[in-house]
């Protein structure tokens, strides 16, 4: 053997001794990658060796390549070896350091529900639909004329004190301090058919906000217009809602009022379903509490709609749904509605 060649297979065999040695030594697979760069990378050790061949007499060339391509390869296959070895490790190790809890109580996903609004408006269409009435909706936006004038509340008559008012930068324009200009809306629609509708929705009114009013509310609207109906009707509807809604021993009375666009005009006040009558809080002692407004449709709103009031008469009545919502579940403060307190609103599902 020529020295040379002596040397080049010496200086092969400690390549390997040491190589394999470190590759003993690596614990984690950022060790086994710098030990794959500095061994089998393109500047690793082994290239560098093999590169040195190219010095070599010609004749010595290829058994000496023939020795480095056994060393590479030995040295790519306990590369793998210990690579699977350390990848195992490294899945054990973060198999029992970032162990999870299955006992732990996880995030419930909550499910929404209808506001109390929602629901309570539903239950009454479900009451009105069965005794014939239907759904119709209006615009929140009203001109004076409908949400005042066609309801016989003329510019500047005092009745408009009943209803303070949001006026916006359009003259003439406001938001509707109550449903009734639905009435119209509906008359103007379906003339000179009958009519059963009842017409639900926002109303705002320019008021300080307390326990017992907000500035916006929902108003539940009811009309029937037709050629023989009478204020029995009218009783019959209401004492009917306020039983199937409240109980079946409810009493309704019913106390002539004032509303220009009705005659005769009566709020109606039911028993107080807290005592029964006998007199609370809620009730301030009276055993009475009032939940809407009444009345036979006035015959200029009649005829504002349409109608001949000769021929055609109606009734109509308007209520306060929260009102209904409170008495009906004991809420004591109508802010609870739209402050959108979860503790309140998950009450009722
Ligand atoms: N619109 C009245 C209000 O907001 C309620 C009302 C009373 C409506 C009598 C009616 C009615 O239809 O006939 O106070």
Redesign the pocket.
């Given at each position: 053997m020529l020295k040379k060649e002596i040397a080049m297979s010496e200086q092969f065999s400690a390549l390997r001794e040491q190589a394999l040695a470190k590759l003993k030594a690596t614990s984690t697979l950022t060790d086994l990658e710098q030990w794959r760069v500095a061994y089998l990378g393109k500047k690793g050790q082994l290239s560098l060796t093999l590169r040195s061949i190219g010095q070599l007499p010609k004749d010595e060339r290829p058994q000496a390549g023939q020795a480095a391509n056994v060393l590479k390869k030995l040295l790519e296959e306990a590369y793998a070896s210990r690579q699977e070895v350390l990848k195992a490790d490294d899945l054990a190790r973060t198999i029992s350091q970032e162990a999870l809890d299955v006992t732990l109580p996880g995030h419930p996903a909550t499910q929404g529900r209808l506001h109390l609004t929602t629901r309570t408006l539903r239950e009454i269409y479900g009451i009105f639909a069965q005794m014939g009435f239907q759904v119709v909706r209006s615009r929140e936006v009203e001109s004076d004329l409908y949400n005042f004038q066609l309801l016989n509340i003329p510019p500047h008559h005092p009745a408009r004190d009943m209803w303070s008012t949001f006026h916006t930068t359009r003259e003439g324009v406001v938001l509707r301090t109550?449903t009734?200009p639905g009435?119209i809306h509906t008359m103007r629609r379906f003339c000179p058919e009958p009519i059963r509708v009842i017409l639900p929705g926002r109303a705002y009114r320019f008021e300080q906000v307390t326990a017992r009013a907000e500035f916006m509310f929902y108003?539940i609207?009811g009309l029937a217009i037709g050629r023989h109906i009478t204020l029995a009707d009218l009783k019959g509807t209401l004492v009917n809602f306020a039983r199937r809604m409240f109980g079946p021993e409810r009493e309704l009375r019913f106390r002539a009022n004032y509303?220009p666009?009705?005659e005769p005009?009566a709020e109606a006040d039911m028993d107080c379903i807290i005592c029964g009558g006998k007199g609370c809080r809620i009730c301030k002692y009276t055993g009475w509490v009032e939940i809407l407004?009444?009345?036979m449709v006035h015959p200029k709103v009649l005829a504002n709609g349409g109608y001949d009031p000769e021929v055609f008469s109606g009734f109509?009545?308007?209520m306060g749904l929260e009102r209904i919502a409170m008495l009906k579940h004991r809420i004591d403060d109508i802010r609870y509605f739209y402050s959108n307190d979860l503790r309140f609103l998950n009450q009722f599902s």
């Amino acid at each position: 053997m020529l020295k040379k060649e002596i040397a080049m297979s010496e200086q092969f065999s400690a390549l390997r001794e040491q190589a394999l040695a470190k590759l003993k030594a690596t614990s984690t697979l950022t060790d086994l990658e710098q030990w794959r760069v500095a061994y089998l990378g393109k500047k690793g050790q082994l290239s560098l060796t093999l590169r040195s061949i190219g010095q070599l007499p010609k004749d010595e060339r290829p058994q000496a390549g023939q020795a480095a391509n056994v060393l590479k390869k030995l040295l790519e296959e306990a590369y793998a070896s210990r690579q699977e070895v350390l990848k195992a490790d490294d899945l054990a190790r973060t198999i029992s350091q970032e162990a999870l809890d299955v006992t732990l109580p996880g995030h419930p996903a909550t499910q929404g529900r209808l506001h109390l609004t929602t629901r309570t408006l539903r239950e009454i269409y479900g009451i009105f639909a069965q005794m014939g009435f239907q759904v119709v909706r209006s615009r929140e936006v009203e001109s004076d004329l409908y949400n005042f004038q066609l309801l016989n509340i003329p510019p500047h008559h005092p009745a408009r004190d009943m209803w303070s008012t949001f006026h916006t930068t359009r003259e003439g324009v406001v938001l509707r301090t109550h449903t009734s200009p639905g009435q119209i809306h509906t008359m103007r629609r379906f003339c000179p058919e009958p009519i059963r509708v009842i017409l639900p929705g926002r109303a705002y009114r320019f008021e300080q906000v307390t326990a017992r009013a907000e500035f916006m509310f929902y108003n539940i609207e009811g009309l029937a217009i037709g050629r023989h109906i009478t204020l029995a009707d009218l009783k019959g509807t209401l004492v009917n809602f306020a039983r199937r809604m409240f109980g079946p021993e409810r009493e309704l009375r019913f106390r002539a009022n004032y509303f220009p666009f009705t005659e005769p005009s009566a709020e109606a006040d039911m028993d107080c379903i807290i005592c029964g009558g006998k007199g609370c809080r809620i009730c301030k002692y009276t055993g009475w509490v009032e939940i809407l407004g009444s009345g036979m449709v006035h015959p200029k709103v009649l005829a504002n709609g349409g109608y001949d009031p000769e021929v055609f008469s109606g009734f109509a009545f308007g209520m306060g749904l929260e009102r209904i919502a409170m008495l009906k579940h004991r809420i004591d403060d109508i802010r609870y509605f739209y402050s959108n307190d979860l503790r309140f609103l998950n009450q009722f599902s």
